[in-house]
C-alpha cells in the first residue's frame, strides 16, 4: 500500500506526547512542545498542533492529567519553599483552585486561529474607526472655534449693557437734580409774592 511521505507514523505520534506531557509537567505551554517536535520531525508547529489535536490528544487523556497533576504540585511545593512563612495563609482555597484552572487551560490551535480571526477583523476595521475619529476631531475644532466666537459676542453684550447702566445712572442723577431746582424755584417764587384776602376770606396773589 502507498503511503503519503508526510504521514504520521506511530512514533512520531509517541514522540509528540511525551514531549507535550513532559512541557505540561514543567509548566510550560503545548505551543513550545508543538515547536520543539516541529524541529525533531522536520515539520511545522501547525502541522504539530493539529495532528495533537485532532488525533494524538484523546489517546493521552489519563496521562494529560496526571501530568497536569503533578504540574500542580510543583507548583505548589515550590511557591511553600519560597514562602514557608505563610504557608497556613497563602491563598484561599477558592482562589488556588481557580489560578490553578486558569494556568492548566492550554492554548489550543483552534484559540489561536479564533484569536488571529479576530485580529484581521480589527485590523480591518482600522480605517473606518480612523475616518471617525477624524470626522469627530474636525467636529470638536468646530465646536471650539464657535464657543470662542460666542464668548467674545457674550463679552461684548456685557460691556455694552455696563455702558447702558451707567449711562442710565447719569440720567437718573441729572433729572433728579433737575427736580430739585424745579422745587426749590417754586418755594423761592412763593416766599417772595404777596397776597391779600379778597371779601371772601381768599387768598389772592397780587402781581408785583
Known amino acids: 500500500m502507498?503511503?503519503?511521505q508526510d504521514a504520521w507514523s506511530h512514533e512520531d505520534d509517541v514522540l509528540l506526547a511525551e514531549t507535550v506531557l513532559k512541557h505540561i509537567?514543567?509548566?510550560s505551554t503545548q505551543l513550545r512542545a508543538f515547536d520543539e517536535v516541529g524541529d525533531e520531525l522536520n515539520r511545522t508547529s501547525a502541522a504539530c498542533g493539529f495532528r495533537w489535536n485532532a488525533v494524538v490528544r484523546n489517546r493521552f487523556m489519563k496521562q494529560i492529567a496526571e501530568a497536569k497533576k503533578e504540574?500542580?504540585?510543583r507548583k505548589r511545593a515550590a511557591s511553600f519553599s519560597y514562602y514557608p512563612q505563610m504557608r497556613p495563609m497563602w491563598t484561599p482555597q477558592p482562589m488556588m483552585e481557580h489560578m490553578t484552572q486558569s494556568l492548566d487551560s492550554e492554548m489550543s490551535l483552534e484559540s489561536v486561529v479564533q484569536y488571529l480571526q479576530t485580529l484581521a477583523q480589527s485590523n480591518a476595521q482600522?480605517?473606518?474607526l480612523q475616518r471617525e475619529n477624524e470626522k469627530l476631531a474636525k467636529e470638536n475644532n468646530e465646536l471650539?472655534?464657535?464657543n470662542q466666537e460666542l464668548e467674545r459676542e457674550l463679552k461684548k453684550i456685557k460691556q455694552d449693557n455696563s455702558?447702558?447702566?451707567e449711562d442710565y445712572q447719569s440720567l437718573i442723577q441729572?433729572?433728579?437734580r433737575a427736580r430739585r431746582l424745579a422745587i426749590l424755584e417754586d418755594e423761592d417764587s412763593l416766599s417772595s409774592a404777596s397776597f391779600k384776602m379778597d371779601k371772601?376770606?381768599?387768598?389772592?396773589?397780587?402781581?408785583?
Do not use: S
Open 2 to 4: 502507498k503511503v503519503r
Open 71 to 73: 504540574r500542580k504540585e
Open 144 to 146: 471650539l472655534i464657535r
Open 126 to 128: 482600522t480605517p473606518a
Open 163 to 165: 455702558i447702558i447702566e
Open 25 to 27: 509537567k514543567e509548566g
Open 200 to 208: 371772601n376770606g381768599n387768598l389772592e396773589k397780587l402781581a408785583k
Open 174 to 176: 441729572i433729572m433728579n
